[in-house]
């Protein structure tokens, strides 16, 4: 079998005796394959355009969240005199979201795509209100780990829709497209939570997203109508139905990831032989371990299972994909705190500060999606777009201190790391490739 840049990642080595058609990515200017012609005969005859505003309000809703709160930070741990626990507030909400978006797959085919994608924003909507009338740290914390249960489903379900509708010589221009919403979204969120935490108060920034959220559910079960017919609805019962939902590994995930963060977080804040350090840490060892055997032998459908995982192929992407977004995100909620307390600037200045990264995610994603689907190719764009982070990233921290502070070398490298969105591409065709050749 002949390897190149359009080859599925997983392969199964029996394909190689009557090798399937490989799809090409450029499609714009040649006529739909057979395969793709196939594939369509299953798509349900749905309007896109029909059940687009509700997604898009999702989409923009869920890419605002994380903005709008990174810059309301510095408040929230002054009025609630507790500095040093602020980075719960995203922790906790990336934390379920994470565990539970694999979920929102299996949920959608059992249950329905409408179903889920209203339970997801019904949950992102009253973890937003509780959020909003928290009496403290603590509380505000569980909060934001309940509305990210809904979040999680709030962009995977989207996908999940547009899958389902959209034709897949046609899908990366739809997902191109919700990819600048998303961008819109995150772009508002920064000044917007600045706005509000300076002006009416930082509780705002969580209880005007509750209308929001509520009015996308109202768009999406009046205009979201899509037949449900996924093998795995035909359960004869709802036990049945879900027994299939690997609600042991996502359990046991949660557990682990959150019994390692509280030993990092402890440690870093007290002492690495700290009593609780010293229990977290090897019980979140124990939990991954448990984990990787529960995916491995006793979930009859894991979300995670290891001939994926551990393909050589994707974990290389896995591997790079976490380091990055651990970079990014370290500087999307951490600068807004530094520009707050070690500037001096208020809540919507250090919000605006935050544009030049949404800036280069725009245009990196823009133009990596514009690039891959004229060429093919994404080797060369993967490689550029984790060396521009790098250098981006450098230069953020080597002018908030070592060097110096400038906030125009800040920005300029804000808005450099930003471009490794090129990379989300490669990842969706990656996710692609296997969804439909696997």
Known sequence: M????????????????????????????????????????????????????????????AAMDNLIVASVYGRIGSDLNQLSK???????????????????????????????LLFSYTTFAI???WCGLARSMDELIIARAFAGIGGGGMTTLVSIVVSDIVPLHKRGTWQGFLNVIYATGASAGAPLGGLMADGIGWRWAFLFQTPATLLAALLVLVSLNIPHRHPDANDRTTWEKFKRIDFAGALTLVLAVLTLLIALDRGGNVSWSDKTVLITAPLSAGLFIAFLLIEGFYASDPFAPPRIVFDKGLLSCYIAYFFSMGGFFAALFYLPL??????????????????????????????????????????????????????????????????????VAIGCGLAIAGVWKWIGGYYDTCCIDREEWE
């Not at 687009?52 to 309000?57: H, N």
């Not at 790098?390 to 921290?397: A, D, L, N, P, Y």
Request: charged content about 15%; some cysteine; glycine content about 10%.
């Open 2 to 61: 002949t390897v190149s840049e359009t080859t599925p990642l997983i392969h199964h080595p029996e394909e190689d005796i009557d090798p399937l058609p490989q799809p090409h990515i450029d499609t714009i200017h040649q006529p739909q394959d057979e395969e793709s012609n196939h594939l369509d005969d299953y798509r349900p005859d749905v309007s896109l355009v029909a059940v687009l505003p509700s997604l898009l309000v999702g989409v923009f809703l």
């Open 86 to 116: 602020t980075s719960w507030i995203a922790t906790a909400y990336l934390l379920t979201t994470t565990c539970f978006q694999p979920l929102y797959g299996k949920l959608s085919d059992i249950f329905g795509r409408k179903a889920c």
């Open 127 to 129: 973890g937003s209100a």
């Open 338 to 407: 530094y520009f707050q307390a070690v500037l001096d600037l208020n809540a919507s200045e250090s919000g605006l500060r935050m544009l030049p990264a949404i800036a280069g995610s725009v245009s990196g994603s823009l133009g990596g999606g514009i690039l891959m689907q004229r060429t093919g190719k994404y080797y060369i764009l993967t490689i550029l777009s984790y060396t521009t982070m790098v250098i981006g990233c450098g230069m953020v921290v080597l002018f908030t201190g070592i060097i110096g502070r400038n906030f």
